[in-house]
C-alpha cells in the first residue's frame, strides 16, 4: 500500500538557519502531494501542495519540489524564524488506491527554532 | 478563519460516561474524516464518511461510533469513555481528490 517516511526528529535549528525535512513515499498512481504543520494546541494547517511531477510549492517561504525519479518531497525554507516552531506533517493521495479519498500521513518532524 | 469547528477543545470526564465530540464544517463538503493523535504525534485514521448515510471505520480500530445525518455534522460518541480513550481527536473534511484536508483544531480529551 502507499506510505510516506519523513526524517524523525526532532529538529532544532537557530534562528535563520536553513531547513530541510526529507519526505519519502511510496504510491502506485501518481499522488498528490502535501505537507502540513501542526502549531502547539492546535489542529494541522495545510502548508503547501503539489499535484504533478516538477510542481513546486510554497507558502510562507517554505518549499517543496515534487521529484518522481526519487519519489521525494523535502519540505526547505532558507531562513527559520521562532514562530515556524512546531510539527511538520508529509502526506500524500493517491486517486490509483480504487478511489479512496483518504490522505496518507508520515509521522511528524517536530522543529524547534531556538532565539 | 476555520471553516469547520470542533467542540469542546478540551474535555475531562470520567470512566464510564457517554461522551460526543462534535464537529461540523460550512464548506458543504462530502468527505469528512476522524483522526486520533497520540502523544508521540502519529495520526491514526478512525472513522470516515463519504456523505450522507456513509460511515466506514478508519485504519485503526476504535470503540467510538460516528453518524452523518447532515452533510454539515460528522459526531463521534464514546458511549462508555475509558482512560486508554485519553487522546486529542481531530475532524477534519475534503472537497475532492485533488485537495488537501481541511482540520477543525481538535478535541484534546482526557478520561480519569
Known amino acids: 500500500g502507499d506510505s510516506v517516511t519523513q526524517m524523525e526528529g526532532p529538529v532544532t535549528l537557530s534562528e535563520e538557519a536553513f531547513l530541510t525535512i526529507n519526505c519519502t513515499y511510496t504510491a502506485t498512481g501518481y499522488p498528490s502531494l502535501f505537507w502540513y504543520v501542526q502549531y502547539p494546541g492546535e489542529g494541522l494547517q495545510l502548508l503547501l501542495k503539489a499535484t504533478k511531477a516538477d510542481d513546486k510549492g510554497s507558502n510562507k517561504g517554505f518549499e517543496a519540489t515534487y521529484r518522481k525519479e526519487t519519489t521525494s518531497f523535502h519540505l526547505e525554507k532558507g531562513s527559520v524564524q521562532v514562530s515556524d516552531s512546531a510539527v511538520y506533517f508529509c502526506a500524500l493521495s493517491d486517486l490509483a488506491q480504487g478511489g479512496s479519498e483518504k490522505l496518507v500521513f508520515g509521522k511528524g518532524t517536530k522543529l524547534t527554532v531556538n532565539p | 478563519e476555520a471553516d469547520i469547528y470542533q467542540t469542546p477543545r478540551y474535555l475531562v470526564i470520567g470512566t464510564g460516561k457517554k461522551i460526543t465530540l462534535e464537529c461540523s464544517q460550512t464548506m458543504g463538503h462530502d468527505k469528512m474524516y476522524w483522526y486520533q493523535q497520540d502523544p508521540g504525534m502519529e495520526l491514526h485514521l478512525i472513522h470516515y464518511?463519504?456523505?450522507?448515510?456513509?460511515?466506514e471505520k478508519g485504519d485503526l480500530s476504535s470503540e467510538s461510533t460516528v453518524s452523518r445525518i447532515r452533510t454539515e455534522h460528522f459526531p463521534l460518541t464514546l458511549e462508555s469513555a475509558r482512560p486508554s480513550h485519553t487522546s486529542q481527536y481531530l475532524c477534519?473534511?475534503?472537497?475532492?481528490?485533488?485537495?488537501?484536508?481541511?482540520f477543525g483544531s481538535g478535541t484534546r480529551l482526557t478520561v480519569v
Open positions: 477534519a473534511s475534503r472537497q475532492g481528490a485533488y485537495y488537501g484536508y481541511t
Open positions: 464518511s463519504y456523505g450522507v448515510n456513509s460511515t
